[in-house]
């Protein structure tokens, strides 16, 4: 717009002022009343909604508390379980070093697959590994008692325990006090200078299917780890040839590492110690077993009794662990437990029975089935006598049968020799090494008097003296400033020490990549 138009557009604009005025005004009060308009149209559905109720969160107090309060209760007694061992290496054991199949027994794979452990190190062409494995155990004597899985602690060259209370680098040396085989159970035991939270024990008989449980343990190396579940079944036999093995079946989840730790009931009350699981994945597959707990209350209070072992009672004889109707329709009896073995030597073959034969009483007592048979004699002690009645080509007779001690009558089968829990329990020093005097050649070389210090003659993998760096060929000359100058001065300072202590060793380095000279090693004793 040049100057002339710009000139003219003013001359009509003051020339129509007042209609140019009240257009604009126009404008502004329609754009007014439209806008009045849809605000008032929102503001309607708003106060028609209105009619929604407000949500509300309820009083924490409304909420169940009753896992909660279980799991603080029995949690402190709950203990983590660390094993170190040396084993043969697993490709050689599998393949038979020829690759021509496995050798490992269907149980032995059954619970590899429940509770395994890392190994250190090793190749396949190694010949022995060390391997660390994690479980669960369950305090249930304030004197440092503890309930594990057999299989938790077997070939353990160390067993150190870890307290819910303390802190995560404090462990305590544990020894086995006695193991049993065939329900897989251990009793292990630490010294410490305090009484120790130990949980209570229930009747696993009083649970039913459908009960709430909860499983405590360490999964994974996760300690104080708490699940939920039910009983999902009773009496659940799943190994093969265990005929001591009779499970709790649990859908509580369970994993590699929980297994020695307990399963509770609603009443805080220990009724289980979980023990396997059935998995293709080495994890949680929603069926988990826990040995119920009137059977650990027995077997437990045998391991502490003065010979650290379960004894049974046994006859000598086999029969079907599953009923079968049609036996007993061929062997011409309604009830009882037909005899499908006999083993030579055995009580029930110098007593006359034989493959057949249905025992069909005990003492006068009738016999139902082959688990009311086993539970009667395995009570009874060895040298006692049992009159059995049975029934032969249909004709019942009765014979006097002398108890034997089912470890010694099954040795082979059960791939061990009697032997008592302190036989299995790991010989080692509290310090992990073996030492023995100077000789006059050590002496001289290492430029001390003789009859000064002890050598150091082995050390243990993983033990506390590895720990502090001591290796085979050093010399201790003291210990906590106490001279060390023979192995009794050493056996005696050595018993002194107590799990916690510090402990300092005063060493003349000897040995290749050792540095000249006489410095000290130390620790806190676990």
């Known amino acids: 717009m040049n100057d002339a138009q710009t000139s003219a557009f003013w001359q009509r604009f003051r020339a129509n002022r007042l209609p140019y005025t009240l257009t604009i005004l126009a404008t502004l009060s329609l754009g007014i009343l439209i806008g009045t308009i849809i605000s008032y149209g929102v503001k309607g559905q708003?106060?028609?909604?209105?009619?929604?109720?407000?949500?509300?969160?309820?009083?924490?107090?409304?909420?169940?508390?009753?896992f909660s309060q279980i799991a603080k209760q029995l949690e402190p007694s709950v203990v983590n379980i660390n094993t170190e061992s040396t084993i043969k290496n697993p490709h050689s054991r599998r393949r038979g070093g020829g690759g021509g199949g496995d050798d490992e027994s269907p149980f032995d794979d059954f619970f590899d697959r429940f509770f395994g452990g890392a190994p250190d190190g090793g190749g396949p062409g190694a010949g022995s590994i060390r391997e660390r494995s994690l479980g669960s155990g369950v305090l249930v004597d304030s004197k440092g008692y503890i309930i594990t899985n057999r299989h938790v602690v077997e070939k353990a060259d160390r067993i150190r325990v870890r307290l819910q209370d303390e802190p995560p680098g404090v462990l305590h040396d544990a020894k086995v006090i006695g193991t049993d085989q065939e329900t897989d159970l251990a009793v292990i035991k630490i010294d410490v200078d305090k009484a120790l939270p130990s949980a209570k024990l229930g009747n696993s008989e009083s649970m039913q299917v459908g009960d709430?449980?909860?499983?405590?343990?360490?999964?994974?190396?996760?300690?104080?780890?708490?699940?939920?579940?039910?009983?999902?079944?009773?009496?659940?036999?799943?190994?093969?040839?265990?005929?001591?093995?009779?499970?709790?079946?649990?859908?509580?989840?369970?994993?590699?590492?929980?297994?020695g730790g307990p399963l509770v009931n609603m009443l805080g009350e220990v009724i289980g110690i979980n023990t396997a699981i059935l998995t293709d994945t080495?994890?949680?597959?929603?069926?988990?077993?826990?040995?119920?707990?009137?059977?650990?209350?027995?077997?437990?209070?045998?391991?502490?009794?003065?010979?650290?072992?379960?004894?049974?009672?046994?006859?000598?004889?086999?029969?079907?662990?599953?009923?079968?109707?049609?036996?007993?329709?061929?062997?011409?009896?309604?009830?009882?437990?037909?005899?499908?073995?006999?083993?030579?030597?055995?009580?029930?073959?110098?007593?006359?029975?034989?493959?057949?034969?249905?025992?069909?009483?005990?003492?006068?007592?009738?016999?139902?089935?082959?688990?009311?048979?086993?539970?009667?004699?395995?009570?009874?002690?060895?040298?006692?006598?049992?009159?059995?009645?049975f029934v032969r080509n249909g004709k019942k007779e009765d014979t006097t049968v002398i108890i034997a001690d089912r470890a010694k009558l099954f040795a082979a089968r059960l791939g061990e020799e009697e032997e008592s829990g302190e036989a299995a329990t790991p010989k080692e020093s509290k310090l992990g090494i073996s030492v023995r005097a100077v000789t006059n050649d050590i002496a001289d070389r290492l430029d001390i008097p003789v009859g000064k210090g002890v050598i150091v003659q082995d050390v243990?993998?993983?033990?506390?003296?590895?720990?502090?760096?001591?290796?085979?060929?050093?010399?201790?000359?003291?210990?906590?400033?106490?001279?060390?100058?023979?192995e009794e001065d050493f056996s005696r300072v050595q018993a002194s020490l107590k799990s916690g202590q510090d402990v300092v060793f005063l060493v003349r380095q000897r040995g290749p990549g050792r540095q000249d000279g006489t410095i000290f090693f130390a620790g806190t004793l676990p």
Request: glycine share 12%; hydrophobic share 35%.
């Open 46 to 66: 708003d106060k028609k909604g209105s009619d929604a109720t407000p949500l509300s969160v309820p009083s924490p107090q409304q909420l169940s508390n009753q």
């Open 212 to 259: 709430w449980v909860l499983a405590i343990g360490s999964p994974f190396g996760q300690v104080g780890s708490v699940t939920a579940g039910i009983v999902s079944a009773k009496g659940r036999n799943i190994v093969p040839n265990r005929q001591f093995q009779s499970f709790i079946q649990t859908d509580a989840a369970i994993n590699p590492g929980n297994s």
């Open 282 to 389: 080495n994890a949680y597959a929603g069926v988990g077993f826990a040995l119920p707990s009137n059977t650990v209350v027995s077997v437990y209070n045998q391991l502490i009794g003065p010979e650290h072992r379960v004894s049974r009672g046994s006859i000598g004889i086999e029969f079907n662990a599953q009923e079968n109707p049609a036996i007993a329709r061929v062997y011409g009896v309604n009830t009882g437990v037909t005899i499908s073995n006999v083993v030579a030597g055995s009580p029930a073959d110098q007593a006359g029975l034989k493959v057949g034969d249905t025992v069909i009483s005990i003492d006068g007592k009738p016999v139902k089935n082959g688990d009311e048979l086993v539970a009667d004699i395995a009570s009874r002690k060895p040298s006692s006598k049992v009159q059995l009645g």
């Open 460 to 486: 243990k993998a993983g033990s506390f003296a590895e720990d502090v760096g001591l290796t085979r060929g050093d010399v201790i000359l003291e210990v906590n400033k106490q001279p060390v100058n023979s």
